[in-house]
């Protein structure tokens, strides 16, 4: 009797925990990572986000605007940005190793990257019949490393706009401490 419950518990145990290496799932990824130590992690509906930037727009450029458009097509908003600390390097191989395999075991593909000599910003999408369900955007520098999730019904134009505006420059930068 107790080798069975013992067995049942088990069972239990390792049913409820997900291995990273296989999940399916974006929101995993994310759930492990917010509650690590030197991990900003934060999901924001973007509808709310959307209604902030038109507040903040109002005078301001046109990458506002179009990042507002891209925010009112999704349904999650997801962003994990490391600390610059003592242990930055090693969390920014694991979670840059966490990405890749994800992306590739899922089927995402590459819709751009930029590379230059101090950044890296790569765009992966997962690929619907006229839009992208999903897209996990990885902007990474020497000393910063920032994972977006964007999850919705999205316009391939929209990342174009967003790409010819900057503003993926401007978010490699973006420190919210």
Known sequence: MVLWFLTLY??????CTYDLTKTDSFRD?????????????FSVPPALFSIIL????????SELSEFSELLKDLSA???????????????????SEVIFSFTQRNGYNDLFRI??????????ILE???????AILVISSDDSFTVINLRGNIRP??????????IFEDLEGFRPW
Do not use: P, W
């Open 128 to 134: 619907g019949k006229e839009t992208i369900k999903e």
């Open 157 to 166: 134009d929209h990342f174009r706009k967003l790409a010819e505006s900057g």
């Open 54 to 61: 038109n507040h903040a727009e109002e005078g301001e450029t």
């Open 29 to 41: 990824i994310f759930d492990h990572y917010r509650s690590k130590q030197g991990i900003l992690a």
């Open 10 to 15: 088990l069972g239990i145990c390792f049913s």
């Open 77 to 95: 908003f997801r962003m994990i940005i490391l600390e610059t600390d003592d242990q930055f390097v090693t969390r920014k191989d694991e979670l």
């Open 115 to 124: 590379q230059s000599e101090d950044d890296n910003i790569a765009i992966k």
